[in-house]
């Protein structure tokens, strides 16, 4: 015995220019049929909160699922699975498709060569998938931009909650930004950790999905960012700050990646803070109350 419920969308073009859109969306319980073999045009991310079962590759390999679980489902790729008949499985899966995929899955969130991805947690993924089905009442003028910005949001939540990742952060990721405003370099960094670079690279594309040099670059120049905002710093004071000697490089470099050079984001952004911007992230939950000025 199982239940199914599930919902399917059709986007119109100018919603496939927001880059993702949700194609639909199910929740489902129970001894589920077998599915497949079949191969999808569309990207499914099915994820398992309870119970377990087995998915065969295309070379007839099985694995075992457990939850929890996700089953990633991509484009062009057979795929055969079903739940334990005797136990059946738990599963909230959403259906989407668009040009964004392709760098979310560069950047490591969606991981084709990897259809069995074990999860710490499923409770932040399937709440997603709560949400695009909250979203799915008839009727709904917003269901495109809300089930598409949902995806969004679905493949951070599954990105957090893989079983491989620490869901506080990479301990070298962390160090990583910690230090990223001295003037080290690459090579630097990962003798550091005791690492090799090729070592380094490995760790930071796996947990960061990108180079050491653009984690670096991001953090840094958001650093800078901060500094030319809130500070009247002269700009080679801020490349000094943010682990740059040589301030034409560094303003060629801040120019190359934020598309201005760093005087004419200053005059853009620039916020008079007595002592700068505060590093600490505030609560949006609690807010500082901000006290009403009284009429002189």
Known sequence: MYHTWMRFFTPGPVHHRLGLV????????????????????HHVAVVITTGSGWYQHPDGHR?????????????????????DPAT??????????GPATTTYTELGYIEPDRPVVPLSDATGPRAVIGRI????????????????????????ALRRARA????????????????????????????RHGM???????????GAGCSPKDYLLGIRLGRAKELLAATELPVAAVARRVGYDDPAYFSRLFTSR????????????????????????????DPPMIEPTSAT
């Open 196 to 206: 090799t670079p090729a070592e380094l690279r490995t760790a930071v594309r796996r």
């Open 133 to 156: 089905a909250r979203a799915a009442r008839r009727g709904n003028p917003l269901l495109e931009v809300e089930t598409g910005a949902a995806v969004h949001e679905l493949l951070v």
């Open 258 to 285: 934020v598309g201005m050079p760093p005087v004419r984001f200053r005059v853009q952004q620039y916020r008079a803070v007595p002592g700068g911007w505060s590093n600490r992230v505030p609560d949006p939950d």
């Open 22 to 41: 949700c194609l639909g969306v199910g929740l489902q319980y129970g001894a589920l049929p077998t599915v497949g073999p079949r191969t999808l045009d």
């Open 63 to 83: 694995t075992a699922v457990t939850a929890p679980a996700l089953l990633w489902l991509t484009p062009g790729t057979p795929h055969h699975y079903a739940p």
């Open 164 to 191: 491989d990742l620490a869901p506080d952060g990479d301990p070298v990721l962390k160090a990583l930004a910690r230090d990223a405003c001295l003037p080290l370099t690459v090579a630097d960094h990962a003798a």
């Open 88 to 97: 059946g499985w738990d599963e909230g899966f959403a259906v989407f498709t």
